[in-house]
């Protein structure tokens, strides 16, 4: 079946303007998770959905970053007010066993945010 | 905390040639898992196997193999024969209960260029 989809795959934007990244995870899966790829900082953990629900949302960096997942399926991260050092690449993630270490985790291709 | 360490950066081969990808990890929790992943061009990560903390066995899988030893704390990554395809970088990961469960820790990465 179709895998991971994230949408846009490259996003430019200005400093200080919000933006939306998609996340529609293989159908059937209910874990759900956002990863931020970065130079400086490497593979890093954002947040986490079980459902709609975010029991984890421990490696969101800032408030400005928030997501949200409706149905059980798609998930939205949003950015507001972004700054140069959001640029990064924007993973998502979703498994489908229920909340425990053992996940496998399948991953997207990510969307490439470039904040100038 | 937990912790997972890839000391080789990138490392370069010429086709045919075995190579072996360190990863060695930390982690105060008896159950955990480890894993391997790998990041073609493309940017997709791509699940290549997972090993639990009381599974000792070697593994292999192709020209893929893995060693594990936890009196070392290591998970090592074999590719025998190398093929140009096999050009990525590899992530090794972990999770454990009191890790966050669900979250992934990643290391830094072993970019792996195989040339002709």
């Known amino acids: 079946g179709a895998g991971v989809s994230q949408s846009p795959s490259n996003k430019v934007t200005e400093k200080g303007k919000d933006v939306e990244l998609r996340c529609d995870p293989i159908?059937?899966?209910?874990?759900l998770y956002w990863y931020r790829q970065s130079l400086g900082q490497g593979l890093e953990f954002l947040i986490y959905?079980?459902?709609?629900?975010?029991?984890?949302k421990s490696g969101l960096p800032s408030d400005r970053f928030s997501a949200e997942r409706t149905g059980g399926s798609v998930s939205t991260l949003t950015i507001q007010r972004t700054q140069q050092e959001d640029s990064a690449v924007y993973l998502c993630a979703s498994s489908f066993e229920t909340g425990s270490a053992k996940n496998i985790q399948y991953f997207g291709a990510g969307t490439r945010l470039s904040v100038l | 905390a937990q912790k997972v360490t890839q000391a080789q950066t990138e490392i370069s081969v010429v086709e045919k040639e075995d190579v072996t990808l360190d990863c060695v990890y930390e982690t105060r929790d008896t159950t955990y898992y480890l894993f391997w992943y790998k990041q073609p061009p493309s940017g997709e990560l791509v699940f290549l196997i997972r090993r639990n903390s009381f599974d000792e066995q070697n593994e292999i899988s192709g020209r893929y193999s893995w060693n594990f030893q936890k009196s070392t704390s290591s998970f090592n990554f074999t590719i025998t024969a190398s093929q140009v395809v096999d050009s990525a970088v590899y992530f090794c990961a972990l999770t454990s209960l009191t890790g966050g469960g669900n979250k992934l820790t990643f290391g830094t990465g072993t970019q792996l260029k195989v040339e002709l």
């Open positions: 959905f079980q459902g709609n629900s975010a029991p984890d």
């Open positions: 159908s059937g899966h209910t874990a």
